[in-house]
């Protein structure tokens, strides 16, 4: 592939990957408010000795992995992730290139994996028809959801910073 093939690959997978990433950011940021008010509901409703809620804290642990997802990935699409600089300081750009060639690979296995088992997860709550019966009747499913998703939208930042990485080592090896 020439340089600029190359060139209008990456952009149009940057664009396409920016668009995901800031649909995702804005339903993550909609989805705050209504749940900081049903969370704190929950606080007082558990205090009063009413009742209890307690899918609200199940519940909690998928929408704060979700975030934190969405989180990760703004962060490295943004450039603002931690490097190690004493790579680019005391070590060949050809070795730091394929340091961060080989970390994206592996944060990128780990994400795989994550989404895998997420997926699973989802298939056996739809399967089996599991639901909270604590306080309210829900199906678990649609909250389970939300990791397969996240670490989805988090490993296609990661694979669009694979291939700029891969881009970047490859022009600089070419000079």
Known sequence: MDER??????????????????????????????????????????KSGIGTFFFVEEYTHYWMVFITCLAFAYTLRTEGHVKIELLGRYFPK?????????????????????????????????EFNIHWSSGVESLQWPFYLWLPIGYGLLGLA??????????????????
């Open 5 to 46: 093939a190359a060139s209008k690959v990456e952009a149009t997978f940057t664009r396409v990957v920016d668009n995901i990433s800031k649909g995702a950011l804005y339903a993550a940021a909609a989805t705050v408010a209504p749940w900081t008010a049903l969370f704190t509901v929950y606080i007082f409703v558990r």
């Open 94 to 126: 050809r070795f730091s290139h394929i340091v961060e060639i080989l970390v994206t690979l592996l944060a990128l296995v780990a994400v795989g994996v994550f989404v895998y088992y997420g997926i699973q997860h989802v298939i056996t709550a739809i």
């Open 158 to 175: 990661l694979l669009l910073h694979l291939y700029c990485s891969v881009m970047t080592a490859i022009r600089g090896w070419a000079k």
